[in-house]
């Protein structure tokens, strides 16, 4: 018995494409994070991003993002971790100068940190785990064998769509940094810029309600 038949799997797929290409603060992230420092960037930052899906794919399976649907105190903690990361990241976007073309300066961040901020960035968004725990029950079913190994198999064909559509993101946002390089006025700018979407972000996540 299959875990998951391809009927499924290809409308499961197809709506978690439709899903990665509205207009969120996720895609919105790689955007901004590759204008600013490149493909490679964005790509790391995606990465983050997938692995953060790991996460929530897991306490969808363990039955932990019940937690944050169910405990005001604990989705109010995450929420308010996630907002002010991303207040430090506008602080520092917002303070970071500009790199001469062909160099990079000293508060360009490590391929590891890259990484990680996606992953934090996923992590402590609570309605990541709330939808998870509303959307992929939807493609389950008992019979067809183990809850927890098909939740695990939809989450893993989430994580590709939303690599394969962050990724295409991540590529195009990246050839404005070629640009940027040639007037560090239009760096500074484009930092200010993402200093006021994360901003944003920060004040949009911190007006969620649970």
Known sequence: MTIINLDIAAAFFGAATLLALAPGPDNLFVLMQSAMRGRAAGLLVVLGLCSGLLVHTAAVALGLATLFATSALAFNLLKAAGALYLVWLAWQAWHAPAAAAGTASDATPSAFQLYRRGIVMNVTNPKVSIFFLAFLPQFVAAERGSVGM???????????????????????????????????????????????????????????RN
């Open 150 to 208: 098909q939740v695990l198999a939809l989450g893993a064909l989430f994580m590709l769509a939303t690599l394969l559509v962050f990724g295409a993101i991540a590529l195009a946002a990246g050839s404005l940094r070629e640009l940027l390089l040639r007037s560090p006025r239009a760096q500074v700018q484009m930092n200010r810029a993402a200093a006021l979407v994360f901003v944003g972000l920060a004040a949009r996540l911190t007006l969620m």
